[in-house]
């Protein structure tokens, strides 16, 4: 792989990683 190809999929994971997180914060309240 390619060091953008590894970059992008870091990017996308964090995405993600934040959504999940925001679902989780809104389900609270």
Do not use: C, P, W
Not at 1 to 29: G, P
């Amino acid at each position: 792989m390619k060091k953008e190809e590894l970059d992008r999929t870091d990017k996308s994971k964090a995405v993600q990683d934040n959504s999940s997180f925001f679902i989780i914060i809104a389900s609270l309240f």
